[in-house]
């Protein structure tokens, strides 16, 4: 694969995370997770993403940057355990007779004005919330306890504030739930008692209590292959949350997802064929979805096939959420390498939308096409870009976009394409530097600041100035004439150690030839440099940088927000290149010796 078509590669996979964010941030349907809804209720999991996998493109609350992992960053209110106050004890044996009582009082507490008090006082006792009364499972025929339930929830959106509560509620819906299954109850209430106990038993998975998956995997065995689908889904989608909690140990558990996600496809697909309508149909179509989604990060073969035909039947589809899971979908099934131009054509065609969710996400689209284009050196329409930015108002895709557009500008400049780079973060800061959002402007202020630095030093003459380590004072013009490895770095810093070798392996090779090195070290710690340096051996000047003037550091002079940082000096005394770590270092080196006479 060239250059060219892996820099695609990268862009359009960004692309794709954002595109799934769009819809998951303006929807608040798909994989992305989602809030407890209610009633079914405010505390149950939605159905349809009872059992799907974390979406790593979700919009987080972390406004910092992706971090290269190859590098190191520079740079109710709590019980009074003193309370003497006694602790209220609740007396719970028939829903109308719970009181909350304290230890008698003493009989002889003195009065306001000091006489003794000959009767003792009587608390009042608290009255009951209807929480409190409803949290009592009647006996009952199933229609009886499914009308107390509905009373239970509602009760419970406005008072359940606690953990102890929601527990509380948990309890008593798995206690409703087996007593309606005990009473015989006809079809529509029995699936209401199993997704409700379904839903209980996933809420405490999450929550860790003990004996939870246990139960879950019991109550799925028992109805996989329940003649209800719906109650069947729920069973499915029960199998799924235990295997991804599998996965994390043992790859392997792979092939029982993919055959759980299948058999899901097939039971969700006879839903619809059953006739399906209103909520139930949106919630099953959403679920073949996503099971398409997660077999294709599976890696499972002819996944593309099958979703592209499913997508196909539901891009005109009457439902406003359908339709744009469907959208959505379409865009991410595009081919990268080959069918960018069918994107383009598919996203413009979706810009006069009237749902400002649909034409998010073809500007989301339109701009990966845009940023596809980069090569040579050029960003293809920088101000088209731009437009297509300006008018995404979402504050959570605006961060997404936001990193993408980062992710581009750092890809480029980290592959020496600084003229790209310098102009993606140049529409960084135009699109972001005044944006309504203080935390985003903030963000794209301060990484285009340092930014500027790095990749405006190219050309440049440079200006190192400092305290060596044996305690002397450096002098840049020693240098002169000389191809020079400017290298920052740190004993702290892993990734640092582990260029060394590199450095010293072309540093005795072309040394005599010309090439010299210079370490900017970011130790606080001297004495531990000075033994690094001695006991690896290294044979170049090294400057310590905390002794340079508060903001006048060679690390603040040059934007270096992480190490390993490079800047390869020409002989001319000018940056000629950046991040130069591996073979980019010999292969650099190689261009500017290789026609010496001594050169190797």
Not at 13 to 32: K, N, Y
């Amino acid at each position: 694969m060239s250059q060219y078509d892996c820099r695609t590669t990268f862009i359009f996979r960004l692309a794709l995370m954002i595109i799934a964010t769009a819809v998951a941030s303006t929807l608040g349907c798909g994989d992305a997770p989602q809030k407890l809804t209610a009633k079914g209720g405010k505390y149950d999991l939605p159905n349809q993403q009872a059992a799907d996998a974390p979406n790593p493109a979700a919009p987080s609350s972390n406004n910092s940057l992706p971090t290269d992992p190859q590098t190191a960053q520079v740079g109710n209110g709590p019980v009074n355990p003193n309370s003497n106050e006694e602790p209220q004890v609740v007396h719970a044996s028939d829903p109308a007779d719970i009181v909350v009582s304290r230890p008698p009082e003493p009989q002889d507490q003195p009065l306001s004005d000091g006489t003794e008090n000959p009767v003792a006082e009587i608390p009042p006792t608290p009255e009951v919330s209807e929480f409190q009364r409803l949290i009592q499972i009647p006996d009952g025929t199933p229609e009886e306890i499914s009308a107390h339930l509905e009373q239970l929830d509602q009760a419970a959106e406005k008072e359940v504030r606690t953990q102890q509560d929601f527990i509380a509620l948990l309890d008593a819906r798995l206690e409703a739930a087996n007593k309606m299954l005990a009473g015989d109850a006809q079809a529509e209430l029995r699936r209401g008692a199993l997704r409700r106990k379904f839903g209980a038993l996933m809420q405490m998975i999450s929550m860790s209590r003990d004996g939870s998956f246990e139960q879950l995997d019991e109550l799925a065995n028992q109805h996989i292959n329940d003649d209800d689908l719906n109650v069947r889904l729920q069973a499915v989608e029960s199998k799924m949350m235990i295997v991804y909690q599998d996965l994390q140990t043992d790859p392997s558990a792979g092939d029982r997802l993919a055959e759980l996600l299948n058999t899901r496809l097939a039971t969700a697909q006879a839903v619809l064929d059953a006739g399906a309508t209103g909520e139930d149909r949106a919630r099953t179509v959403l679920r073949i979805l996503s099971s398409f989604r997660e077999l294709t990060r599976l890696q499972i073969e002819g996944t593309r096939e099958r979703w592209l035909e499913t997508v196909e039947k539901f891009l005109n589809d009457e439902d406003p959420e359908i339709r744009t899971e469907a959208i959505q979908d379409r865009l991410g099934l595009f081919d990268h390498e080959t069918e960018l131009d069918a994107l383009e054509q598919f996203a413009t065609g979706l810009l006069n939308e009237p749902d400002e969710r649909v034409t998010s996400l073809a500007k989301v689209a339109l701009i990966s096409t845009q940023l596809a284009g980069i090569s040579q050196g050029e960003v293809t329409d920088v101000a088209r870009i731009q437009e297509l930015l300006s008018g995404i108002n979402n504050p959570d895709l605006a961060m997404n976009l936001f990193r993408m557009l980062n992710s581009v500008a750092t890809e480029n400049e980290h592959s020496g394409n600084y003229q790209v780079a310098a102009k993606m973060y140049d529409l960084i800061s135009d699109t972001y530097a005044q944006h309504p959002d203080p935390s985003l402007a903030r963000a794209a202020g301060d990484l285009v600041k340092t930014a500027s630095l790095r990749v405006g030093a190219i050309g440049q003459d440079v200006q190192l100035a400092g305290m060596l380590s044996d305690g002397s004072q450096f002098d840049w013009q020693e240098y002169a004439g000389k191809v020079v490895l400017v290298d920052f770095w740190a004993t702290w810093c892993g990734p640092c150690r582990a260029e060394f070798p590199n450095i010293i392996a072309n540093y005795e090779r072309y040394h005599e030839q010309g090439f010299e090195v210079i370490g900017i070290s970011l130790d606080d710690d001297v004495d531990a440099m000075k033994n690094f340096i001695s006991n690896e051996g290294l044979g170049w000047a090294n400057i310590v940088d905390i002794h340079s003037p508060r903001g006048q550091s060679n690390a603040n002079r040059y934007g270096v927000e992480a190490i390993p940082f490079s800047m390869l000096i020409d002989r001319d005394g000018k940056v000629a290149a950046l991040h130069l770590r591996g073979e980019l270092l010999g292969v650099e080196l190689a261009k500017r010796f290789s026609a010496e006479p001594d050169a190797e």
